[in-house]
């Protein structure tokens, strides 16, 4: 069974920085690209950034271009997403997914609260 | 990078059919054949329906369809079932980029 688990969100003042992680379990993890897509609350999901297989590539939404950082262990079967310089407006449920024919399997989400 | 776009809101009656546009660019909609749709209940994770414009994941029921022409991408949902109303979101790739919609929200009434 295909699982994504989530971890690493909380509150954190503006400017600060925190890492989330998303462990998976249950696929060939070094096969798929993966992504983080964001909720901010009542909202729409936004797509962040993401990350091929063999982390050869990384994209990222014009929002997050170089405050953010994705990468992968895929020893470990786990993708990180690093956010410095945190806004208000990054507020949101951060989704880990798995590419592959859509973006089929989706984490539970943690939330990131950046107030002051 | 902006986002597609959806109507805000769709209804339909039970047994009706609806479908929700999905309206992007040369550079992402109409560049590529990689729009997929996702449902989304409160509190939950998005559900994905419709991958690659057309295709249908096993245990999705075939009343949901995908289309495309031109900029503009369409889910179509026949027969509306009560589970049916929600939130849905289109997602296109745009070669150095992903983008969704705005969402529309589908009430079956």
């Known amino acids: 069974e295909v699982q994504l688990v989530e971890s690493g969100g909380g509150l954190v003042q503006p400017g600060e920085s925190l890492r989330l992680s998303c462990a998976a379990s249950g696929f060939t993890f070094r096969n798929h690209r993966m992504h983080w897509v964001r909720q901010a609350p009542g909202k729409g999901l936004v797509w962040v950034s993401c990350i091929e297989g063999d982390a050869s590539t990384t994209k990222y939404a014009d929002s997050v271009k170089g405050r953010f950082t994705i990468s992968r262990d895929n020893a470990r079967d786990t993708v990180y997403l690093q956010m410095n310089s945190l806004r208000a407006d990054d507020t949101a449920v951060y989704f880990c997914?798995?590419?592959?024919?859509?973006?089929?399997?989706w984490g539970q989400g943690t939330l990131v609260t950046v107030s002051s | 990078q902006s986002a597609l776009t959806q109507p805000r809101s769709v209804s339909g009656s039970p047994g009706q059919s609806i479908s929700i546009s999905c309206t992007g660019t040369d550079r992402d909609v109409g560049g590529y054949n990689f729009v997929s749709w996702y449902q989304q209940h409160p509190g939950k994770a998005p559900k994905l329906m419709i991958y690659?414009?057309?295709e249908r994941p096993s245990g999705v029921p075939d009343r949901f369809s995908g289309s495309k022409s031109g900029n503009t991408a369409s889910l179509t949902v026949s027969g509306l079932q009560d589970e049916d109303d929600g939130d849905y979101y289109c997602?296109?790739?745009?070669?150095?980029?992903?983008?969704f919609g705005g969402g529309t929200k589908l009430t079956v009434l």
């Open positions: 690659d414009v057309t």
């Open positions: 997602c296109s790739y745009g070669g150095t980029y992903f983008s």
């Open positions: 997914t798995r590419d592959g024919g859509g973006l089929a399997y």
